[in-house]
Structures are given as structure tokens and as C-alpha cells.
């Protein structure tokens, strides 16, 4: 766990709802800019310090980032600083790997170099802090559509069995200043690979297996 930023703010301090949605949504967007990676996609994971531990907290959000481990059971020790680790180290070695498409209900997050039907290849902060929700169905296809360019770049092609798709965060997660989309691809069926989709191109699905 590793501080990533101090930001000087007072605001909704009458509020214990609102200052943690801030909170949280102002860590979002300094982890990001803290490892050079995206918004929202890899396995860096943002916290905001709650009041009872920093007791500057009217004054300022405190903001922490960490590494999830692939295993999805805890967070990773690292021996060196995350700062610009995404940029410096490249976003394949943060990205997400799931046994589940993303598309569906349930994600299920596994090391990138077992079986697996999605990748993440992106995401971002979908909105601004006390933005509406625009509704599930609207969302969905709206975050869809802005992630099938990142598909395309990542497969190197347009194809019919990797497909871009979308896992965002809910009403209840914008409320709670997580306005967040993940942009994956994924196989077609469930289809499980155990290497990487990037640069696949025209080459059968199968040589991934």
C-alpha cells in the first residue's frame, strides 16, 4: 500500500455520504495518474484514507494505491515504488484475466498465464463527480461502444470470435463516487486461451490455447 496522493479539500465536510463518495472518486483519479496507467482496468486498485486514520481528514483526501494480486485473493507485496508502473512496465502486466466473461453477472479473476476467456486492454472514469446515472441499458451500450476502438487496436483486427465487451459499475457505485468502466475482450462462447489475445490478428482462435 503506498500513499499516492494528498489533495487539499473541505468540501461536504457536514456530510459523512458525500465526503466519502468524494473521497473515493478523488482516489480514483489519482491512482491513475499516480501509475501512468488508466482510470480504471488493471489490477491497481485505489482507496481513499477514512477520517478515524488521518486527522487531517477535514482539510485534505488522503489516497492510497495497491496491486491486486492475479489469484484474486489479496493484495500483492511489491519490493519497489508503483509509481509510473503501468507506463514504465506496460499495462499487459497489470491487466485484468478472467474465467467468466465480463459481460456476464459474475467476473472471476485469474493469472493471465492460466485459462481464460477475457482480457482487459483499458478502462476509464465514465463521469464526473455528482453526474446522474444515466440508466443500465443507455450505460452498458454507451461504454460498449467506446471500448470496441480499444478492441480492435489490441486484436489487430475486426473478428467474430473475440469480441470487445464492457463491465461497469452500477447506480449504487456511482453513488458511491465509482463511476468506473473496465474494457475487455473476450471469446466468443466461453472459449478458454492461456496466451495472450494481443496482436492475434486473422490467426486461429485455437493457437491461443
Known amino acids: ?11 461536504y465536510a457536514n456530510d459523512l455520504v458525500k465526503r466519502n463518495a468524494l473521497r473515493s472518486y478523488t482516489c480514483l483519479t489519482e491512482a491513475a495518474k499516480y501509475t501512468g ?7 491497481f ?32 507485496k511489491v ?26 453477472d459474475k467476473v472471476k479473476m ?23 446515472y444515466p440508466g443500465l441499458d443507455k450505460h452498458n ?4 461502444k467506446q471500448c470496441r476502438p480499444y478492441a480492435q487496436r489490441y486484436l489487430g483486427a475486426q473478428r467474430r470470435d473475440i469480441v470487445a465487451s464492457q463491465n461497469s459499475s452500477p ?15 473476450e471469446t466468443v462462447g466461453g472459449v478458454k486461451v492461456t496466451k495472450s489475445m494481443k496482436g492475434i490478428g486473422n490467426k486461429p482462435l485455437g493457437s491461443l490455447k
Request: aromatic fraction near 6%; hydrophobic fraction near 35%.
Open 1 to 11: 500500500m503506498e500513499v499516492s496522493a494528498l489533495v487539499p479539500n473541505k468540501e
Open 37 to 43: 496507467g488508466p482510470g480504471y482496468g488493471t489490477r
Open 45 to 76: 486498485l485505489s482507496q481513499g484514507i477514512s477520517a478515524s486514520k488521518d486527522p487531517k481528514s477535514a482539510e485534505r483526501i488522503a489516497c492510497v494505491v495497491m496491486l491486486y494480486n492475479e489469484t484474486d485473493t489479496g493484495i500483492e
Open 79 to 104: 519490493s519497489r515504488s508503483v509509481k509510473n508502473a503501468v507506463k514504465t512496465d506496460g499495462f499487459e502486466k497489470y491487466q485484468l484475466c478472467t474465467s467468466l466473461p465480463p459481460s456476464g
Open 110 to 132: 485469474v493469472p493471465c498465464s492460466q485459462p481464460h476467456v477475457a482480457e482487459s486492454i483499458g478502462g476509464f472514469i465514465t463521469g464526473k463527480f455528482g453526474d446522474a
Open 141 to 144: 451500450a454507451n461504454m460498449l
Open 171 to 185: 447506480a449504487s457505485g456511482w453513488k458511491r463516487g465509482q463511476p468506473i468502466t473496465a474494457c475487455f475482450v
